[in-house]
Nanobody, 114 residues
Framework: QVRLVESGGGLVQPGGSLRLSCVASGFTFSSYGMSWYRQAPGKERELVAGIRSLGAITTYADSVKGRFTISRDNGKNTVYLQMNSLKPEDTAVYYC???????WGQGTQVTVSS
């Protein structure tokens, strides 16, 4: 049974940093690409970043390029999203997504506010 558990969200001031983690289970994690999405109130869910199975290829939304970094540790079945220089417009619920299984995590709230 596929399971994705996110953690690391919280309240942070503008310009601050957070690192999100997503621990996967129920499938061979190292064989599949993973993604982070986010959904702000009243907006559609959007892709933030994606990473291929071996981690060599990553993609980012234009709005987060240069500020966010996606990475993975296949030995720990974990994908990370390092978020730096956070802005109020980054406020959203962040979701981990395993596209091959069409499976979403439960989400973790990130709030950027002074």
């Amino acid at each position: 049974q596929v399971r994705l558990v996110e953690s690391g969200g919280g309240l942070v001031q503008p310009g601050g940093s957070l690192r999100l983690s997503c621990v996967a289970s129920g499938f061979t994690f190292s064989s599949y690409g993973m993604s982070w999405y986010r959904q702000a109130p009243g907006k559609e869910r959007e892709l933030v970043a994606g990473i291929r199975s071996l981690g060599a290829i990553t993609t980012y939304a234009d709005s987060v390029k240069g500020r966010f970094t996606i990475s993975r540790d296949n030995g720990k079945n974990t994908v990370y999203l390092q978020m730096n220089s956070l802005k109020p417009e980054d406020t959203a619920v962040y979701y981990c997504y395993a596209r091959a299984f069409l499976y979403w995590g439960q989400g973790t709230q990130v709030t950027v506010s002074s």
